[in-house]
């Protein structure tokens, strides 16, 4: 047991991992206090038992999805070809945690579908109109009702690492338990005393899908900080403003009340949603305040 073995990270339980091997799963720990380690992860590890070891490497990463506030970090997955983001009309759907979804996709560089599950309640009519605008922007949306027929999603799946994130009650596990049968994840009823989903998913975990390919299920949130991101990120993140960028007047400008600034004058005249430019502005102001706590 002194060789070291090479392996991916499967699940996140605290500070407890298991990793997958070509021989098989070991349940590591790492070293001390050490930490920083997400879902899809590639590690080396050390065996310390046959099956049990210690992660005594994080090889290179392909990239990262995660939040943050000033106070915590929370990984989501690492080395991922796309996220998708599952929404609902029921329970009310949030748009700024779709919105901040998204900006934490494209600060990553990994690209973003937005699912729109439930498509069978009255109330997905509505909820699709307030969506049409981002798929003008680029984000394919994918109609479903896991319940009914998940071959919609399935179809973007196959040889690719996806991960699932969304507000708790929009349905993930129920698309897992529909893709992955043999998952036997719990799946809750939405309480409607509270307008929000009960939280299935309390660690992050990797299925392989039977078609190939892999998908990482996140737990049910409610916000999604965005404290690692600065200035320059936020403004990238925003695909509509990209175009724009560099026509103001002021080369540092940023797009809250300056003076001849491009973007506020797409926000006025329509190219620009002004409720994206809104939720621009609050992490902008998020940015500043968690600047002023340091």
């Known amino acids: 047991m002194t060789g070291r073995l090479a392996g991916r990270i499967v699940a996140v339980h605290g500070r407890h991992f298991l990793v997958e091997a070509a021989d098989g799963r070991y349940d590591c720990v790492t070293r001390g206090k050490k930490g920083g380690l997400a879902c899809g992860d590639r590690v080396e590890i050390k065996l310390t038992s046959l099956d049990a070891g210690v992660i005594e490497k994080n090889l290179p990463r392909d990239n990262l999805l995660y939040r943050s506030d000033s106070f915590h970090t929370k990984l989501l997955a690492a080395n991922v070809d796309q996220v998708f983001i599952v929404t609902a009309a029921v329970p009310t759907p949030d748009p700024g945690l779709l919105d901040r979804c998204l900006v934490a996709s494209e600060a990553a560089g990994i690209p973003a579908r937005i699912v729109v599950n439930k ?89 392989h899908l039977p078609g190939g390919g892999a998908l990482i299920d996140s737990p049910g949130m409610q916000e999604f900080a965005l404290g690692h991101l600065n200035q320059d990120d936020l403004q990238a993140a925003f695909p509509e403003f990209r175009p724009l960028i560099g026509q103001c007047r002021f080369y540092n400008c940023r797009h809250l009340k300056e003076p001849n600034c491009a973007i506020l004058a797409a926000v006025e005249d329509g190219r620009i949603q002004r409720r994206r430019w809104r939720c621009y502005e609050t992490l902008c102001r998020e940015l500043d305040g968690a600047a002023k706590h340091y």
């Not at 040889?159 to 129920?174: F, H, M, N, P, Y």
Request: without cysteine; proline residues 6%; aromatic residues 6%.
């Open 119 to 207: 498509t069978d309640l009255p109330e997905t009519a509505a909820w699709l109109d307030k969506l049409a605008p981002y798929e003008a922007m680029g984000y394919p949306l994918i109609h479903l009702a896991a319940k009914q027929d998940i071959a919609p999603l399935a179809a973007w799946l196959a040889e690719k690492t996806s991960i699932l994130v969304g507000a708790s009650g929009v349905g993930k596990s129920t698309l897992i338990n529909s893709l992955v049968p043999e998952a036997e994840i719990a799946t809750r009823e939405v309480s409607e005393a509270l307008d929000t989903g009960k939280h299935t998913t309390t660690n992050t975990r990797l299925y």
